[in-house]
Every structure is written in structure tokens, then in C-alpha cells.
């Protein structure tokens, strides 16, 4: 063994091994605590930016949606991180859950929004103009959705109006954004308090789909649709088999479809559809069919006719009063003038120019025929006279009618030049009403003598037939007046009559109201057509009779509809009978996917006059009216066209015009026309116009309403996420 | 036997070599000494910052989820109204909901299914999970997505300051041990619902008029005492919170850092009435904090005959000189007085010790950060 050498002995090896160790350990430790502080400040960093991405998942998800409300959700890269966002669809809802990932930091954020069609937040949506407000206050349009994207009235415009939004500020308190595809006319967008923009452009205008064979379109639900209280469905037609209106112990025919519904406000007690899931009341006017109905009816006869020609020519025409005419006894007059349009005729005190269709017709510059009517006074003339503007030859003819309704004589009329020939016929026009008298009025522009005519049509009677005389025949005048009772109301067919001589005439069809005892609508035209009553008082006789005691609605539950398809046009008004009427308060509401009110042609409330006591009227849903167009083209075949957008109506679409004192009406959710819309309070008093918007009617939006891929609003519903 | 050149190390070279041994060990203790220090006031650095960091975080992420908030006397405690969401859709008459967090809920007690505008109320009788058996059949459909919260009602008269209890529309809402909020005022706690008296742990500090809305409050989160140094607490609680076994500590050591409360707001009220289509509003006493682009809510919501009125909320456009332009007009009319209210909560806490690992070294951070609602 090798000695020691000196300075070679000790432990200083063990001891710095030991320090070693020691120090090593102390090293190991600190180091791995330093490297979990770092590791924490790490995680720390990563959780909020994973927070951040994740915030941007769905701040993307949101631009997506607004660009394209079917969009499903992405996976992408942020710096260094990553979201995941994947949105599910329920209805109009859209929960979008955005995962934010860095490093070891993971977030998840959901948030539910729902998809609302930009047209679905105005409180009034026009397709063409829209008038608010007039001299009178005591209109309020408003729209306090909160959301940016609300509006108080949009326009569309579609029809190029030179304004497409008229407020008079005067009388309109305007809560809300203004937006056109057009001029806006009396506020000042530049200091307007919420949006004013009148270049906006077009917003949707989806059609319903009322009459389709489809099992949901309005009129299919209606029909399949009971009340249980009696088990017959919700369809009204007078006539209809398919219609409760026909059912057992109804009857009601072709002309009572108004009586037929105020039955059924009746019987209800003036409470309809509580006791039905989502009801729809379907409402479809025959043809031409009156508001007002009769209960019974006189039967109008002919008392008499006379005629007369000028012979050779003058400038007047004189006719004697027929014999025996009385007070109210109704006169109808045909003169026929060569010269066609060139000749003026200058009726007698009292004759009026029968409205309607072509009258004077004139055929070229031979003949012009004029068809004129008289309500009888209590003394009459013994004659009449016609004036020409220049020396003519003339003929012509009064018959009187007994038992014609004296307020409301005429019901339909039209006339037509007819080509060179022997035979000439009136066009067939459709009468409203049962037991009308069709006169028909014939003229031809030449005559062989007396006796120039001979009725063609089976039942047609001939009242008169009168020629001018002298100088070439093809110079002169025939005429001929005619009459037929029409038992049933509906289409007349054409009416016709021979002339000896083959030359250019004219034909004209007039039906004449009978005298009735009816029920009328307050407030509304006395002829008024296809207009659903919703009465304000009891339906009542015109001798003063009520003859439904309950049939003002005053609790309605769904959707009212009145729709008549009739080619290329649609038909079928809703009217609120003269406000100030109303016996009871009004309360309607439709928000469970079904409009409130819809109408073919207009929806209107238009009333005068002071309520006995202070009344409500309030409706709570969609307001949606045609305005006599369910363009575009005349058809809607499911699923091809029906989504598409109307065009625009030149028509009335909803008309509020609400004067009534003591009334307070209330239009709570949203109004769409295709046509004009006028929103006014009519008087200075105490009753008030308030439309506002409200959300309840877009809770569950109809099937034609569904939002499509763009045009959106989001509205935030729900923050939820698991932080 | 020891030749003269084998022998061992002399006592000298022996007390060297310890003194040696002694220095670097000396040194060395300094040198860990030193580390050891340091890494014990970083690690309580880092503790302290933890501290606010995770509380702050639990209570941003739950004021974010609520609808409304309260904040309490001087600061010190903050009552969030919280919403959770259905999972499902309801369809109408739907006795059951699937909602994902039942625990804002309360068996027998009212609830109300949100949807935009409009509030739907049906009477919870079961929960199991994240189902909820409702007593009736809901009328109207509800989207998934939808929020679901306790029923509210609101003052039936006003309520005076000093008053220990107040009647309300409907005391089927609320039950003892609820907390809740009155108006702009809580969290208060219930003590006893008789019919529609509502009798409260404490008398009320402000008067209110009739039709502020009394609500449920979900989760309440309080400093404890006088919330100062030493020792501050910050507790959670969501039921009977006045038995201080319920408050359940969230984090030690916070405080409210004077002058700045723990929970705050920026709010100030009108200076004069501001008409149905104001788009600038001016406050009295001009007070700091509103800032272009923050979120605003004008008025509170309260409970008339015609329903309720929901405040209105508006975006910040421009601030100068105590007034406010708002990105759109206000639909309703205000009163000179109305409350406006940044819709966000500012949280700022200081979290303080003494580390007795370093010779009592105090350590402390102030956070802060400011929240918004998002429901």
C-alpha cells in the first residue's frame, strides 16, 4: 500500500460531495418551484387568452349569422390559439358555443340569440306609402323594441311614389325609426332621435297563403277546423256546402255570409275561439256579395215606359214621364244621339248618369248611347228633356220601376259598343243581391220604321222601341229599352235584342236594387261589397229590429281572415263598425303563429261620432292586408311562389281613420299593407289611435315569416356561458 | 506503531480545516439563506395575487351571466339577479323544463321563462338535476336558449327608509331566507312572507315609491365586516346569508381598497326630466366614469297596472361635461332623478399580509377590472 503523502489526507472530497448533494437538492427544488410559478403564470396566461378566443368564437359566430342564418359553425386559428364554434338551431333561435383553446387553457362560452327578419321589427311595414298622422293629435306610432334594428314605419314604396312616408307631426306622436325606399316627407331626418334613412331600400314583403289547396293554407285550416261547442268548422260562405253557413239549421244562401257570421258571434255570446287550438276564421263573400243583407224582400214590377225620338234631328229630346209614377218609383232613362262622342247630352234636373262601366258608350261617330236614373219625387214633371250639343237625331226612353230600394238604386251596370250587325247584346255583369231588375238599354245607329227591335233572350221583355225618322235610314236612330227579373243574385249572362237593320249599336245592363228590409254595417258604404262587418252594435233590421242580440265580438282568440280570389285581383275587406257604436269593449289577440286580421282588400276603422260610455278596442297580432292584389300573378301554388314577395298594390290596404270620442284603440304587434297605409286620429276629442309594436306577435312567427338566410336581425336572448 | 511520515493531521491543520468548513458553510447558509427568503416572499407575492385573481375571476364570470345587480352599503357587497337558460324548447303547455342550472331555482316558488320583451310565470314544484317540474302547463312556446330566472313582483305602496318591512303585489315570490333586492337597494335579507308583507333582516336605508320591483337575488358576495386590513374576507351565499354559517368564505385576505370600494358602478341621475326622444341626457353632479362606447341602462325596472317597464339601454356615443349622447333616442319619457347606470359592476379588491417568512415583509396588489352583464 502507497504511504500517504503530506498534504494528501482529509475529508475535504466527502464534504464537498455532501455540499454537493445538498446544494443539488436545494437547486432541484427551487428551480422546480420556480418552474411551476412558471407554469402557473403560464396556465394563467393561457386561461385568458382562451377567454379572449373564445370571445371571438362568437363575436365570429355573430357575423356569420348576420350573413347567413343557416351558418353551422367553424373551427379556426387565432394567433396562436384556437375556437371551435358550432351553433344549433331551434326554430329562430341559435345557441352558439365557442370554445376558446391556448396552450392548457380551454374556455367555453354560450350565448343564444334569435334570428328576427328585419321586417318583423316595424311596427308598420307599407309596400307602397304610408300616411301618418293628421290635423287632429291623439295618434301614438311607436316602437320601443329594444333593439337597434327596431322601427316605428318602414315603406317600401314599390309603386315609385314621389313620398313614400307623409307624418304630419302635428298629429301623430312618432316613437321610433323612420325608413323608406323613398322620400320621407314631414320630419327632419337630420335631427330625428333614432334611425331616419330614406334610402333603406326594399324589405321583404312575404304572401300569406290564404286559398291553396295546401292543408295549411288558411282556408284548408278553416275548413278542417271545429268548434267543438257545434262541431261545424270555421268556414264562412254563404251558399257553400263546405261552409257552416249550409249546415243543418243554418241555411244561410249565396247573399247572408255577413248574416252567417253574425249568427256565430251570436251564439258565442260575442266570444269566439278561446275553446280552439290556433283558430282561424275564414270569411269568403260570393262574388260581388253585399255587406248588408236583407231579410226579406219586395218584389220590383215594372208601372210603365214611354218613349220618344226628335225626327229628323234637333238639339233636344223630349220624353213624357211614363204614367202613374209615384214618389220613390225609380226611372231609368237610354238615349241614343248620332254623332258619338262629339255629341254632348245635358241630362234633365234630377237624372243622373248611372255609374259603372262605360256610360255614355259611344260607337265611333255614329252613336252615342247615354243610360240616365231618376228617384221620384212626390211631383214630377209631366216630361223631360234632353239637351245635344249640336242638332241630332235622337231617340230614346224612360221605364219606371215600382218597389226599387230608393236610397241604393243600382246595383251593378255596364255597357259596351257593339260591332255592325243585327244582333246586339249587353255584357253580363254579376248582381249582389237576389230579386234584382236587369234593364237592358239598346241602341242602334240606323232604323227602317217603327217597330225596329225584337228581344232575343228568353224572358227578356221589351218596354219600348223607338227610331228617328226622315233622310237616309243609316242616318237615323233606333232604341229599344228592356227588362228581366233576376230571382237569385249572381252572374245575368249577356242580354240581346235584334235590330231590322245590320249597323254599329250599343247595350247596356243595369240591375236594380230591390226594396228590402235589411242589416247594415254603420259607417260603411250602403252598397259596400265583400266587407267582413265586425259589428259595434247588435245586428238590426233596417225597421229598427235587432235581430242578433250578441252579435258584436267582444272576445276573439286567432286569426280572422276574408279572402276571395277571383283571377289575377282578390277580394274581401274587414271593417270595425263605426266605433263610437260599440255596446262593449273589443279585445282580440293572435300571437300563437297566425295574424290577427287578414283582409284581400283593406283593413279599416273608420268612425265618427261620441261613444255613450269610454270604450277599448284593442287587437294584439299581425295586421296584414292585400290591398286587392296577391301578386305576383293571380296564382299561389305552394311551395313554387308562395314565398315570394308582393309587388305592391295602387289600393287602400289599412285605413285607420278613428274619430270616435270616448274610444281608446289599441293596434299592439305589427301592420303590414301591400297597398297605401293611412293612420290617423279623425277628430279633436277624446279618443285616441295608439300602434305599437309588440313582441308577443313575433314570438311565433307565421310559416311565410320564417327568417331566410339574409336580411336578419340577431337579437341577443341568453348569456350562459360556464365561466 | 506511527512512522514520522504516516501520521494523521495535527490539531491545527484540524481547527483550520474546521474553520475552513465553517466559512463556506457560513457562506453557503447566507447564500440559501438569501434564496430561501426570496422564494418565500415570491411565493407570497404570488399567493396574494392568487388570491384576488381566483375570487375576482368566480365573481366576474357569475356577474357576467346576471341580469341585474345591487350593490350594497359603502360598497362592501354585491346581490347579482342570475339567469339560467332552457336547454330544450317548451312547447306550449309544457309541465316540464330542462334548464342548465336549476340551483337559481327554488321548488314552490314562482319562476319566469324570458323571452325578449315579455316574461311568462309558471310555479316550480320539483327539481331534479337540471329538470324542473312545473305546477301548470306553460302557454305560450319557449325557445331553447330562452332565460329562466325567479319570478319577481314589486312594491304594492312605497316603502319608507327606516322601515323593517314592506308589502308587495304578489308575496308568493318570495319566502324566508330569500335575499333580495329593492329597487336600486340590497341585498336584503327576508326574515318572514306574511301574505304580502315582506319582513326584512334589517331596516330598509332609502325610501322607495310603488311599483319598484322587489327580486329574488341568486348569489350574494360580501366583504365581510368592516371589509379593512387585517384579516378581510370575501364570502359567497345564495340563501338565509344572514346566519353567518351560510356566508361560505371565497377568499381570504381581500379588502376594499380605500378610497375605492370592492363593488362599484358608475352611475349618476338625470339633472332634468329627459323627454321620450332625448338623445343626450345631462346628470347632476357630473360624476366620473362614463366613457364613449360603455353601455348604459336608463331607470330600473318597475311594475304598473300596465305591466312592466324595462329599463332602457343604450350605447355611449360621446361623454363631455356631465352629459351623455346616446346612440339613440329614449322611447320613454324620464324623470329628473332616474337613475343611469353603466351596465357593468367594477370590482377592485387589495389583497394584503404580513409575511412572517420574511421578517413580517407586508405584501400587497390592488386589482381591478370592471364587468359587464351580459343577460
Known amino acids: 500500500m502507497a504511504a500517504l503523502r503530506r498534504g494528501e489526507s482529509g475529508a475535504a472530497l466527502v464534504t464537498v460531495l455532501v455540499l454537493v448533494v445538498v446544494l443539488t437538492v436545494m437547486g432541484v427544488a427551487m428551480v422546480d418551484l420556480a418552474l411551476t410559478e412558471v407554469a402557473v403564470a403560464f396556465g394563467q396566461g393561457d386561461a385568458l387568452a382562451a377567454q379572449y378566443i373564445a370571445e371571438a368564437g362568437v363575436a365570429r359566430a355573430l357575423h356569420e349569422l348576420d350573413l347567413n342564418a343557416q351558418w353551422a359553425g367553424v373551427t379556426d386559428t387565432l394567433g396562436d390559439g384556437q375556437y371551435e364554434v358550432s351553433v344549433a338551431s331551434a326554430g329562430p333561435v341559435r345557441t352558439i358555443r365557442s370554445t376558446g383553446t391556448r396552450g392548457a387553457g380551454r374556455q367555453v362560452l354560450t350565448a343564444a340569440v334569435r334570428i328576427a327578419p328585419r321586417f318583423t321589427l316595424s311596427t308598420v311595414v307599407g309596400n307602397t306609402t304610408v300616411a301618418v298622422g293628421g290635423p287632429q293629435s291623439g295618434l301614438r306610432l311607436e316602437n320601443t323594441f329594444p333593439s337597434a334594428g327596431a322601427r316605428a314605419v318602414h315603406a317600401n314604396n314599390r309603386l315609385g311614389q314621389a313620398t313614400a312616408i307623409a307624418v304630419d307631426p302635428a298629429g301623430a306622436v312618432l316613437i321610433g325609426g323612420v325608413t323608406a325606399n323613398g322620400t320621407i316627407a314631414g320630419i327632419t331626418c337630420a335631427t330625428w332621435a333614432w334611425v331616419c334613412d330614406p334610402a333603406a331600400g326594399l324589405l321583404r314583403f312575404p304572401r300569406l297563403d290564404m286559398d291553396s289547396a295546401d292543408p295549411a293554407s288558411y282556408r284548408s285550416r278553416a275548413r278542417t277546423t271545429t268548434d267543438p261547442i257545434d262541431g261545424l268548422n270555421l268556414y264562412f260562405r254563404g251558399g257553400d256546402p263546405a261552409s257552416r253557413c249550409m249546415a243543418a239549421g243554418w241555411g244561410f244562401g249565396p247573399r247572408q255570409t255577413q248574416r252567417c257570421w253574425d249568427r256565430y258571434v251570436h251564439d258565442r255570446g260575442g266570444a269566439i275561439g278561446a275553446l280552439i287550438a290556433t283558430p282561424v276564421f275564414y270569411v269568403e263573400f260570393n262574388a260581388a256579395e253585399r255587406t248588408q243583407y236583407a231579410l226579406s224582400t219586395l218584389t220590383i214590377t215594372h208601372r210603365a215606359s214611354r218613349s220618344a225620338s226628335n225626327g229628323g234631328g234637333a238639339s233636344t229630346l223630349l220624353i213624357a214621364r211614363p204614367a202613374g209614377v209615384v214618389l220613390n218609383d225609380v226611372m231609368v232613362a237610354s238615349i241614343a244621339v248620332r254623332g258619338g262622342a262629339g255629341t254632348g247630352i245635358t241630362p234633365p234636373v234630377g237624372w243622373t248618369l248611372v255609374p259603372g262601366g262605360a256610360n255614355p258608350i259611344d260607337n265611333g261617330t255614329g252613336l252615342r248611347m247615354a243610360v240616365y236614373y231618376k228617384v221620384a219625387t212626390a211631383v214630377e214633371p209631366a216630361s223631360y228633356t234632353w239637351t245635344f250639343s249640336s242638332s241630332q237625331r235622337a231617340s230614346g226612353g224612360i221605364q219606371a220601376y215600382v218597389n226599387v230600394d230608393p236610397a241604393d238604386p243600382i246595383d251593378t251596370a255596364l255597357g259596351q259598343a257593339t260591332p255592325s250587325a243585327n244582333n246586339h247584346s249587353t255584357p253580363a255583369v254579376t248582381t249582389s243581391l237576389d230579386g234584382a231588375m236587369l234593364v237592358a238599354s239598346f241602341a242602334v245607329a240606323s232604323a227602317s220604321g217603327g217597330g225596329n227591335w225584337a228581344p232575343q233572350t228568353p224572358g227578356l221583355a221589351e218596354r219600348y222601341d223607338v227610331a228617328s225618322t226622315g233622310g237616309p235610314q243609316n242616318l237615323r236612330t233606333a232604341s229599344t229599352g228592356t227588362d228581366q227579373l233576376q230571382a237569385a243574385g249572381g252572374a245575368t249572362g249577356v242580354k240581346t235584342s235584334r235590330s231590322n237593320n245590320a249597323a254599329p249599336g250599343a247595350a247596356h245592363l243595369l240591375a236594380l236594387v230591390p226594396r228590402r228590409i235589411t242589416v247594415d254595417c254603420l259607417g260603411l258604404a250602403a252598397g259596400a261589397r265583400e266587407a267582413l262587418c265586425l259589428r259595434s252594435r247588435p245586428a238590426t233590421d233596417s225597421n229598427g229590429v235587432v235581430l242578433y242580440a250578441s252579435s258584436v265580438p267582444v272576445q276573439v282568440t286567432g286569426m280572422i281572415g276574408t279572402f276571395r280570389r277571383a283571377g289575377a285581383s282578390v277580394a274581401g275587406d274587414i271593417n270595425l263598425e263605426n266605433l263610437s257604436a260599440r255596446t262593449a269593449d273589443y279585445a282580440q289577440q293572435s300571437i300563437t303563429g297566425d295574424p290577427a286580421l287578414v283582409a284581400a282588400g283593406w283593413i279599416r276603422v273608420v268612425s265618427t261620432g261620441a261613444a255613450a260610455f269610454p270604450r277599448s278596442v284593442s287587437v294584439t297580432g299581425i295586421l296584414y292586408a292585400f290591398a286587392g292584389a296577391d301578386n305576383p300573378g293571380g296564382g299561389c301554388v305552394p311551395p313554387s311562389t308562395c314565398g315570394d314577395d308582393l309587388l305592391g298594390s295602387g289600393a287602400v290596404g289599412i285605413d285607420v281613420r278613428h274619430g270616435a270620442d270616448l274610444v281608446g284603440l289599441t293596434i299592439g304587434g305589427w301592420l303590414m299593407s301591400n297597398g297605401a297605409v293611412t293612420l290617423l286620429d279623425a277628430a279633436a276629442n277624446l279618443g285616441s289611435v295608439t300602434v305599437r309594436y309588440d313582441a308577443a306577435a313575433a314570438d311565433v312567427l307565421p310559416a311565410a315569416f320564417t327568417p331566410g338566410a339574409v336580411g336578419n336581425v340577431l337579437l341577443p336572448v341568453s348569456w350562459s356561458s360556464n365561466d | ?375
Request: charged share 15%; aromatic share 2%; hydrophobic share 45%.
Open chain 2, 1 to 375: 506503531m506511527l512512522r514520522g511520515r504516516e501520521t494523521g493531521l495535527t490539531f491545527v491543520e484540524m481547527v483550520i480545516a474546521i474553520a475552513l468548513m465553517s466559512l463556506v458553510i457560513l457562506t453557503f447558509y447566507a447564500v440559501i439563506g438569501v434564496a430561501v427568503r426570496e422564494w418565500a416572499a415570491v411565493e407570497g407575492q404570488v399567493e396574494v395575487q392568487q388570491q384576488p385573481r381566483i375570487a375576482l375571476a368566480r365573481i366576474a364570470g357569475e356577474t357576467r351571466q346576471a341580469r341585474d345587480f345591487v350593490i350594497g352599503a359603502g360598497g362592501r357587497s354585491l346581490g347579482l339577479v342570475k339567469a339560467t337558460v332552457l336547454l330544450q324548447d317548451a312547447a306550449p303547455g309544457a309541465t316540464a323544463l330542462e334548464v342548465e342550472d336549476a340551483s337559481t331555482l327554488a321548488p314552490g316558488m314562482p319562476l319566469v321563462i324570458q323571452s325578449l320583451t315579455r316574461l311568462e310565470r309558471a310555479t316550480v314544484t320539483a327539481i331534479a338535476g337540471t329538470s324542473v317540474t312545473l305546477s301548470g302547463g306553460t302557454a305560450r312556446l319557449h325557445r331553447r336558449g330562452e332565460a329562466v330566472r325567479r319570478a319577481q313582483t314589486a312594491l304594492a305602496g312605497p316603502a319608507f327608509a327606516g322601515s323593517p318591512s314592506f308589502a308587495v303585489d304578489d308575496g308568493t315570490v318570495l319566502r324566508a331566507g330569500d335575499l333580495v333586492a329593492v329597487g336600486d337597494e340590497g341585498p336584503l335579507d327576508v326574515l318572514t312572507v306574511t301574505g304580502n308583507v315582506v319582513a326584512l333582516g334589517a331596516p330598509l336605508a332609502q325610501a322607495h315609491p310603488a311599483g319598484e320591483v322587489v327580486q329574488p337575488l341568486s348569489v350574494m358576495f360580501q366583504c365581510e365586516g368592516a371589509c379593512l386590513d387585517p384579516g378581510a374576507q370575501v364570502t359567497r351565499c345564495t340563501t338565509a346569508c344572514g346566519t353567518p354559517a351560510n356566508r361560505i368564505p371565497l377568499a381570504d385576505l381581500l379588502a376594499a381598497p380605500a378610497p375605492r370600494p370592492l363593488f362599484g358602478a358608475v352611475a349618476g341621475t338625470l339633472a332634468a326630466p329627459a323627454p321620450a326622444g332625448a338623445i343626450s341626457v345631462c346628470l347632476s353632479n357630473p360624476p366620473a366614469g362614463f366613457q364613449t362606447e360603455d353601455r348604459i341602462r336608463v331607470g330600473r325596472e318597475a311594475h304598473g297596472p300596465a305591466g312592466a317597464d324595462l329599463p332602457e339601454r343604450r350605447r355611449i356615443v360621446a361623454a363631455s361635461g356631465g352629459c351623455l349622447t346616446l346612440d339613440r333616442g329614449l322611447v320613454r319619457g324620464h324623470a329628473a332623478g332616474t337613475v343611469v347606470r353603466v351596465d357593468a359592476v367594477v370590482l377592485t379588491a387589495r389583497a394584503f399580509r404580513s409575511n412572517d417568512a420574511v421578517g413580517g415583509q407586508v405584501q400587497e396588489v390592488i386589482v381591478t377590472t370592471t364587468v359587464g352583464l351580459r343577460n
